[in-house]
């Protein structure tokens, strides 16, 4: 009952805010009086004193303690190469991966996830002279990703982004689908011929992707170290990525720390007043 309540007065909430924002008050065109807002809003605040908390309130409550867990620690250095990631928690987060957003939902990834003694070796054998320290990384963590971005979109790509929206029915109107396929094109060639940054751009969608599944892992238990050290060219080559239209982008090693080997110094970052401006 908690819960359904919630959930009804926050619609309401919505559908009224929406209306004060378009400056239109009358119950008539919103559907709900405000009288009845507020009636909702009181019986749910009684509800939520009196019951268990709303799943949405308990997770960020959850979420919460997460962030402070995140906010006081150092990325993984040193993987306990006796723990694997449970295949469900893997698969969890897989899951996730997969559905992070991308600009124009352009989706540029593909994701190599290396899970065998070969996979990784093969990786740390093309990591390049200069970047050897980061091998024992990924030897030891129980899994390692390696995030490539495609190079270009070929209207072989845009047509299997739009394709898929189609059929996933991702606007109930066609038209709506029309002008959306229309608005993405125009905005990939103001990438191309006016920014002149398409592929730095699609990057960026890589990175954004990194930041949530390191999030996400976190919240699943598991540490997630991003690593940039590897040369770009021998990992695409070990791999075969060019071939496919990609190139590798930044790797993500993901497993649990050797208890033995926790960094407990604090962590360095610059002061608020550095960061931060309010206007
Ligand atoms: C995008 C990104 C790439 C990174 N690449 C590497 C790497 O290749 N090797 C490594 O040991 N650490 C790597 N790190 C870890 C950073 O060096 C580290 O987070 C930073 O120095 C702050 O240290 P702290 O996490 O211990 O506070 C990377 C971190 C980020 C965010």
């Known amino acids: 009952m908690g819960p359904a309540l919630y959930t009804h007065a926050m619609r309401a909430l919505e559908q009224a805010t929406k209306a004060l924002l378009a400056g239109d008050l009358t119950p008539a065109t919103t559907g709900i009086s405000f009288g009845r807002v507020r009636e909702l809003l009181a019986r749910c605040t009684q509800n939520l004193r009196t019951t268990a908390p709303h799943p949405v309130i308990a997770r960020r409550k959850q979420i919460d303690m997460n962030l402070d867990k995140l906010m006081n620690k150092h990325l993984t250095r040193y993987f306990d190469p006796s723990k694997t990631i449970p295949e469900e928690t893997l698969q969890q987060l897989l899951r996730f991966l997969r559905s992070t957003p991308s600009s124009v939902n352009v989706q540029p990834n593909h994701f190599y996830v290396l899970a065998t003694p070969e996979g990784k070796e093969r990786l740390t054998a093309n990591l390049g002279e200069r970047f ?25 790509h845009l047509e299997a982004v739009f394709t898929k929206e189609r059929a996933d029915g991702r606007f109930p109107d066609p038209s709506k689908q029309e002008l959306w396929e229309s608005m993405t094109r125009d905005f990939l060639n103001l990438r191309s011929y006016g920014y002149k940054d398409l592929n730095h751009w699609m990057e960026k969608q890589t990175y954004m992707a990194v930041g949530l599944t390191m999030m996400a892992a976190a919240e699943l238990g598991v540490e997630a170290t991003p690593l940039e050290g590897f040369d770009p060219t021998s990992v ?44």
């Open 236 to 279: 695409d080559k070990a791999f075969k990525i060019r071939e496919t239209g990609h190139s590798t982008t930044v790797l993500l090693a993901l497993g649990y720390p050797d208890p033995e080997r926790v960094y407990t110094t604090p962590i360095s970052r610059f002061h608020a007043d550095h960061l931060f401006t309010f206007i």
């Open 132 to 156: 050897q320290d980061n091998a024992e990384k990924i030897l030891n963590a129980s899994h390692t990703i390696i995030l490539t971005t495609r190079a270009d979109v070929p209207d072989s």
